[in-house]
Structure formats: C-alpha cells, structure tokens
C-alpha cells in the first residue's frame, strides 16, 4: 500500500487548509487512517484519526478546529484545518494500519506535506 499525501502550505494565522492523502487501493474499510505532524527533533504526534467503522477521534490541540473524513470512492482520507494557528506549523504525516483486501497486514506513511502558518 502506497499513500500519497498532499495540500500543505503557506497560510495566514486564521486561515485553512485541506489535506489530502490518496491510497494506492482500497484499503479503508479495513484499516485504520490517521494524521500526524512533526516538527524538527519532536516526536511524531497524533492529530487525527478515522477507524476502519468510520469513529474519529482528534488531539486536543485541533478539536474544533480539524476534520478528518474519507471518500471510499476515491481512496481518500482528508484534513480539513481551520483557525490555523502558528503552533499548527509542521510538516504533516498521513498513515494506515491494517489489512488490505488481501488480507495482508500493513503499515504505512505517506511522505510528509509542510504546513506553515504565520503572517
């Protein structure tokens, strides 16, 4: 399983974003989908996450302001960021862990995508 992600960029503090990460086959009804972000020399932490049953779950830090949803018809998962903020600033992961229809297990990242936000 291959995961494309997509969408980052230059914002305003206040601005939005959608984040986009394509699988490379169909894969979410069977696995679990999440974002990540990262800065330099921190760890990797979870921004948001859709299960396999479609339940969504978001880090403190963006509930209220991040979105995360799927379209099974086009294998993608996305992030919808609003009132972004400086803090928001990192370079943004998308993963899946699961199974494919295959039946075989995987774990996977997409490559990152930069999100800054400032004035």
């Known amino acids: 399983v291959q995961l494309q992600a997509s969408g980052g960029g230059l914002v305003l503090p206040g601005g939005s974003l959608r984040l986009s990460c394509v699988a490379s086959?169909?894969?979410?009804?069977?696995?679990?989908m999440g974002w990540y972000r990262q800065a330099p020399g921190n760890v990797r932490e979870l921004v948001a996450a859709?299960?396999?049953?479609?339940?969504?779950g978001y880090a403190a830090s963006v509930k209220g302001r991040f979105t995360i949803s799927r379209d099974l018809q086009k294998n993608t998962v996305y992030l919808q960021m609003n009132n972004l903020e400086p803090g928001d600033t990192d370079v943004y992961y998308c993963?899946?862990?699961?199974?494919?229809?295959?039946?075989?297990?995987?774990?996977?990242w997409g490559q990152g995508t930069l999100v800054t936000v400032s004035s």
């Open positions: 859709i299960s396999r049953s479609g339940s969504t």
């Open positions: 993963n899946g862990n699961g199974r494919t229809q295959r039946n075989e297990p995987f774990d996977a």
């Open positions: 086959e169909s894969i979410f009804r069977t696995a679990d």
